[in-house]
C-alpha cells in the first residue's frame, strides 16, 4: 500500500491524515495533544494512538512539533523558500516503533525578524490545490498569531506575524476589559464599531483606543455582552489598519485565506472596511502540504511503499 | 486639630495620607488593599485599620474608589474640568464610625471615549506645587493604564489611556513571549532596542513587530532573561510612537510626569530616542490634590477642624 500518513502538530491541538497513494485524504483525526499539552507518554504515546490502526507508510510532520521545544528542533529556513527546499531540508525523529517521523522546517523572515512553522506547509498545499496563485499572491492565515505572507514564483518571499488572537484571549480573560462582563452575546454591530474605530484611529494606532472598550461599557453605550466582539473587532481591524499603513503587501487584489471558516468570515467582514477583498477560505491545506513536500523529497509517489531512509535520519 | 485625611485608593492598592491645618503631609500609610483586594470586613476595615490612631478629621478619597465596584459610584465629569468643579461634584458615603468620606468624581474623555479616576486628582496637587503649568502643559502618568492629559487654563482638556503596563504583563506572564524565558535579568541596550524597533514601525505600529520578541530569542540575538526589557521597550516605544502619530499633545516643551520614580525614568529614557522631554516626576500629587479639592470644598482650611456635612451625605 503507498501513501503517506500527515501530522499538523501544532502548539494547542494535533490533527493526522491518512492519505492514499494519489494524495487524497481517506481518513482524518484529532487530538487536543499540542506541545504544550501532551499525553502521558509524550509524543510517541501520541502518535501512536493517533495513527493507531493505520497502515506503516511514511510520516511527515509540520507545525511546532519541529520547534525548540517541539520533538525535534527543525531549522528555519531563509526567505524565498519552496516547496523543494522544504523538502530538501526535512529532519527526522525515530519514534518509539523504530520507524522515523520526518519533520518540515520552518521559516525565518530576517528583517521584523519573524519565524513560522506549519504556516509555510498549510500555503504549499494552498499552492498545489490552486496553481496560478503561485506567481504572485497575498495571503492571510488567521488564528492565535495571525501571519501575513507574500508569495513571488512559487515561493515565500516575506511574512509577519501579528499576535491578534493571542492578545484577544489575553485581554478577555485577564485584563480590565473583560472584567465584570459576564457572558458573551453574538453582536454584528458591535464588531463591526470596533473595525471602524480601528480604521479610524490613524498613525496612532487602534492600542490607544483599547481603553475605549470600558469606557463604552461603563457609559451604557456598549452592553457588556457586547464587549467580545467589539473589542474582536477592534483588534483585527487594528491588524488589517497595521498591514494596510504598512503598504507591505499588495492588497489590490484578492487576499487569499487560509483557517478556520468562522475565523476567517470575521477577517472578511472586517477587511470589507478597508475595500480589501478576502476570497473563501481553503480547507486542509496542511495535508496537501504535506503531500507535496513528501512528493518531492521522494517519500511518496512513484510506488514508493516502505520508509525510506534520510541522511539526517 | 484641623487637617485632612485623604486616601488614594485605587485597583490594587490604597494609601492613605494624614494632611495638617496648612496641607503638609504629616504621616503616609501604605496597605496592599485595592478595590479588587480589601480585606475582610472590606471598605470599612480597610478604612479603619489604615486612619487607626488618626485624629477624627475630614476624609476625601479618589480613584477607584469611586467606581462602579468601588464603595460609591462618583460621576464622570465633562471637560474641560478644573478643582472647582471636581470640588463641587463630591459625593459622600458614610462609614460604619458614623461618619463620611468624601469621594472625587471622575472625569470624561468624550471622543474615545475614555476615562479616568484619581489621575485627575494628581493632577490638581501637582498643578497647585507648580502654578505656572496652568495655563498649558502636556501630562504623562504612567502605570498599569498610562495616561497623557492635556492642561489649559488651569483645568484637564484632554486625555487619552494607554493599556501599556497591563499589556506588558500580560504578554510576559500569559503569552508566548514569556514562554520559557526563566528570569528577568536588566538590559538597558536591549530595552533601547525595543524603543528603537517601535520608533522606527512607522505607521504600520509595534504590535507588527511583538513576535520579534520571540524570534530574536530563538534566534539568539536577544537573551531569553533580556526578553523582558526588550518588550518593555516595544511597549513604551509604541506608546510614545502613538502619541507622537495622533498629533493630540504638544511634545515640542518638556512633557510633565507624575508616577513610580523607577517607571518615570524608564519613560524619561524611551522618550529620548523620540526628541522628548520628560521631566523628574513630582511626589505626593494625590495629596496635594486632595487637600487643594478640599480646601475649595470647604472641608478644611479657614479654621475648619470639624465634619462640614455634605448635600449628597
Known amino acids: 500500500m503507498s501513501g503517506l500518513l500527515g501530522l499538523d502538530w501544532g502548539t494547542s491541538s494535533l490533527r493526522a491524515y491518512w492519505l492514499d497513494g494519489q494524495g487524497a485524504i481517506r481518513e482524518t483525526r484529532a487530538r487536543p495533544w499540542g506541545i504544550r499539552q501532551l499525553p502521558d507518554g509524550g509524543f510517541d504515546a501520541a502518535l501512536a494512538d493517533i495513527t493507531h490502526g493505520w497502515p506503516p507508510l511514511p510520516r511527515l510532520a509540520c507545525g511546532m512539533v519541529g520547534s525548540r521545544n517541539g520533538w525535534l528542533e527543525a531549522p528555519y529556513l531563509k526567505l524565498p523558500a519552496d516547496t523543494a527546499q522544504l523538502a530538501a531540508t526535512l529532519v527526522s525523529v525515530r519514534a518509539a516503533d523504530g520507524l522515523p517521523v520526518h519533520i518540515v522546517p520552518g521559516l525565518r523572515e530576517p528583517r521584523g525578524p519573524d519565524v513560522m512553522r506549519g504556516e509555510e506547509t498549510q500555503l504549499v498545499g494552498a499552492l498545489a490545490l490552486q496553481p496560478t496563485l503561485a506567481r504572485q499572491s497575498t495571503w492571510l492565515l488567521p488564528g492565535t498569531h495571525c501571519k501575513w505572507v507574500n508569495v513571488s514564483d512559487g ?61 463604552l461599557m461603563l457609559d451604557g453605550a456598549l452592553a457588556a455582552s457586547s464587549v467580545p466582539d467589539y473589542l474582536s473587532g477592534l483588534l483585527l481591524g487594528e491588524e488589517l489598519r497595521s498591514v494596510v499603513a504598512g503598504q507591505r503587501y499588495r492588497l489590490d487584489g484578492p487576499v487569499q485565506v487560509i483557517g478556520d471558516a468562522a475565523l476567517c468570515a470575521r477577517y472578511r467582514t472586517a477587511a470589507h472596511h478597508f475595500g480589501i477583498s478576502v476570497v473563501e477560505p481553503l480547507a486542509d491545506a496542511a495535508a496537501h502540504g504535506l503531500w507535496q513536500i513528501a512528493l518531492s523529497r ?14 539526517s535520519c
Open 155 to 215: 515561493g515565500v518571499t516575506d511574512f509577519c506575524t501579528l499576535m491578534t488572537g493571542e492578545l484577544y484571549t489575553l485581554l478577555l480573560q485577564h485584563s480590565i476589559l473583560g472584567a465584570a462582563i459576564g457572558d458573551a452575546v453574538a453582536d454584528e454591530a458591535a464588531f463591526a464599531r470596533g473595525v471602524i474605530a480601528a480604521r479610524d484611529s490613524g498613525a496612532a494606532g487602534a492600542f490607544s483606543r483599547l481603553f475605549s472598550a470600558r469606557a
Open 298 to 311: 521522494g517519500l511518496v509517489g512513484n510506488g514508493s511503499t516502505t520508509h525510506r531512509a534520510l541522511p
